[in-house]
T-cell receptor
Framework: EAGVVQSPRYKIIEKKQPVAFWCNPI?????LYWYRQNLGQGPELLIR????????DSQLPKDRFSAERLKGVDSTLKIQPAELGDSAVYLC???????????????FGPGTRLTVL | SQQGEEDPQALSIQEGENATMNCSYK?????LQWYRQNSGRGLVHLIL?????REKHSGRLRVTLDTSKKSSSLLITASRAADTASYFC??????????????FGQGTILTVHP
């Protein structure tokens, strides 16, 4: 079974430019997450989707970041305009959340490494 | 913001030795999970321990949880060069309305020398 797919794997842009990341979760997974991982740190949740609904976007900097998950499958995370401090690895994860389950394992993609110059 | 602190930040050992990493957190949790991250395989889930459990084993991994001290430890026995990676603890916050909101620590970089 294919894992979580992300593209591109690497992106280098000038500051103030827009950038977009794409994620294809594991087939059948209803929950999708975007994390940002700064160098030397653990991942931090940006947004979580249950199907096509964003149920937790409290950590998403909404002035420049946006995300969508059309049809509850693929997702796109966009930054416009990018700033130097946005340089990080952007990770996508997915899980199959079952009603009443006490734990739903998250499966992570390889990430997109963004460098803003 | 990061939920927890991990200790040590870096650990260097010889193959065959045991490696112990510690994690402290701040809030009540549903469960605590450990992940491994290396450049080859990305972030991979290793083991989960629930808030009502004190110890759990999986192969060469042993995890303990002390909710009174808000701390956990991960022990890797008989380490191998392939265990070289960054290890993160992640807590599933108990105050949320649903499970799955993981908060990661800063990680421990483990280097196992052949």
């Amino acid at each position: 079974e294919a894992g979580v797919v992300q593209s591109p794997r690497y992106k280098i842009i000038e500051k103030k430019q827009p950038v977009a990341f794409w994620c294809n979760p594991i087939s059948g997974h209803n929950t999708l997450y975007w994390y940002r991982q700064n160098l030397g740190q653990g991942p931090e949740l940006l947004i979580r989707y249950e199907n096509e609904e964003a149920v937790d976007d409290s950590q998403l900097p909404k002035d420049r970041f946006s995300a969508e998950r059309l049809k509850g499958v693929d997702s796109t995370l966009k930054i416009q305009p990018a700033e130097l401090g946005d340089s990080a690895v952007y990770l996508c994860a997915s899980s199959l959340d079952r009603q009443g389950a006490v734990y739903n394992e998250q499966f992570f993609g390889p990430g997109t490494r963004l460098t803003v110059l | 913001s990061q939920q927890g602190e991990e200790d040590p930040q870096a650990l260097s050992i010889q193959e065959g030795e045991n490696a112990t990493m510690n994690c402290s957190y701040k809030t009540s949790i549903n469960n605590l999970q450990w992940y491994r991250q290396n450049s080859g395989r990305g972030l991979v889930h290793l083991i989960l321990i629930r808030s009502n459990e004190r110890e759990k084993h999986s192969g060469r991994l042993r995890v303990t949880l002390d909710t009174s001290k808000k701390s956990s430890s991960l022990l890797i026995t008989a380490s191998r060069a392939a265990d070289t990676a960054s290890y993160f603890c992640a807590t599933d916050y108990a105050g949320g309305t649903s499970y799955g909101k993981l908060t990661f620590g800063q990680g421990t970089i483990l280097t196992v020398h052949p």
